[in-house]
């Protein structure tokens, strides 16, 4: 059955005390509503929208980044939840199948429960609610389940003592046919005490019509809304344990788990080890073997099987590890590949640039990458070994077996096999070190007196 995707992320969460629309706050690195889209993946919804308001044009260029074929509507005025998916009407006309209604600041929904509501809707539910026992129901809307049946969904507002002793709650997230929904959102009125259209109301009027609703159920901490600094923060702790978790049951070794930070989409490969405080931004994947060390942080790269990243190294983006490569100490790569047996194992810095298998970059090499204009690039053949404090003017290229000075600065290509020396000649002056050392002694004394 085909199925389709509305993200509600209109609202303009003031009690997030800031600038940024609540969506585009992040989690794992990634927008919240982002987590939405990737909820839904695996149902390959055919039509994404999302109903953006306040801030829409900062959203619409996020979006854009994340998902080109994601469709955007706006919901200039906030009026509830139905008007927000009554927005998307036009975006979803003729479709059949499921629509998914998500929301834009809910980031822990995960594809099963999705599929365990389409499941419902499949066998023969017009409208499917996700709901969840809560430890403590508070002001969320009850779920009123009859022998299977959701009766009805009655908001904390308008309920009476009895509906609120319910502690099954209503999470918002809704699955319906696509063919009923906006009939179904056309019957909602305004008349409650927020003055507002409740999607909720459709199970009420679903039932009117004879149509079967249902309700699924999943863990509180899925429904997890975030609307305050603090509730971003706690959303960011669960995330973390989760990925953490994940990571220890799928062969990683994390030697301090608590002190390891993830990304959303990182990638670890079984038998990989991560020593203590390091990070994983967005896009890096790490394969079998490699290991992680301390205080190391790694953003959009790949690390090669077996290869060994750190104590304090950086890796940025564009970088390609081949197995068994070694980053070490104080090292900063960006845009570069490091080949097969590679090592750059101390303070050293390397930018646009490739390094072919087997090469010993000595300390202290610096690819002088930027001339302030322009990015160059350098490369760097195999088996090439690269004196201590090296500076690499790019666009240069050091050839295969070849040999750089300690000291050099190079700025011209090196063929296969050649040293290069590019320093001035050391001069020695015979006594001059005491002479100046007492001069600038007795300089010091004068100040001094």
Excluded: W
């Excluded at 809704?174 to 063919?179: K, P, V």
């Excluded at 994390?254 to 079984?270: E, K, S």
Aim: aromatic share 4%; glycine share 10%; hydrophobic share 45%.
């Amino acid at each position: 059955m085909p199925s389709h995707l509305i993200i509600l992320a209109a609202g303009a969460g003031t009690r997030m005390q800031s600038d940024l629309p609540k969506v585009l706050h992040r989690v794992g690195g990634a927008p919240l509503f982002a987590h939405a889209l990737n909820a839904a993946e695996g149902l390959g919804a055919e039509r994404r929208i999302l109903v953006a308001g306040h801030g829409a044009e900062r959203v619409r260029a996020v979006a854009a980044e994340i998902d080109p074929d994601l469709h955007i509507v706006l919901q200039t005025e906030q009026l509830g939840t139905a008007h927000a998916v009554a927005q998307a009407r036009e975006a979803l006309a003729g479709a059949t199948g499921d629509v998914f209604i998500l929301y834009g600041d809910t980031p822990f929904i995960r594809p099963e429960t999705l599929r365990a509501m389409a499941d419902a809707r499949a066998e023969g539910a017009a409208v499917v609610v996700l709901g969840f026992e809560a430890a403590d129901p508070g002001r969320y809307g009850r779920l009123k389940v009859v022998d299977g049946t959701l009766e009805a969904i009655i908001e904390h507002k308008d309920a009476s003592d009895e509906d609120r002793a319910i502690t099954l709650c209503n999470s918002g997230v809704i699955c319906a046919d696509a063919e009923q929904i906006f009939d179904l959102i056309d019957a909602v009125g305004n008349d409650n005490a927020s003055k507002e259209y409740y999607l909720t109301d459709i199970v009420a009027h679903a039932r009117a019509r004879g149509l079967e609703t249902a309700a699924v159920t999943c863990p509180e901490s899925e429904t997890m809304g975030i609307n305050t600094r603090a509730e971003l923060a706690r959303a960011e702790a669960f995330f973390q344990a989760r990925k953490r978790a994940e990571a220890l049951e799928t062969g990683v070794t994390l030697t301090a788990p608590d002190t390891v930070f993830f990304a959303h989409d990182t990638h670890l490969g079984r038998d990989a080890v991560v020593e203590p405080h390091v990070v994983f931004g967005p896009g890096v994947t790490v394969e079998s073997g490699a290991q992680i060390r301390a205080f190391s942080h790694l953003e959009g790269c790949h690390v090669g099987a077996d290869a060994v990243v750190g104590p304090y190294a950086r890796l940025r983006p564009g970088t390609e590890l081949g197995n068994g490569a070694k980053i070490g100490n104080f090292v900063e790569t960006k845009n570069a590949e490091i080949g097969e047996g590679a090592k750059v194992n101390h303070l050293s810095y390397i930018g646009d640039a490739h390094v072919g298998e087997a090469a010993n970059i000595g300390a202290g090499t610096i690819t002088c990458n930027y001339d302030g204009v322009f990015k160059h690039r350098t490369h760097i053949g195999a088996r090439a070994f690269i004196g201590s404090d090296t500076m690499l003017v790019a666009p240069v290229t050091i050839g295969n077996d070849a040999m750089t000075g300690s000291g050099s600065v190079i700025t011209a290509d090196v063929p296969d096999g050649a040293l290069a020396l590019a320093r001035a000649r050391q001069e020695n002056r015979e006594g001059f070190a005491r002479k100046l050392m007492a001069r600038l002694r007795a300089a010091k004394q004068k100040r001094t007196n």
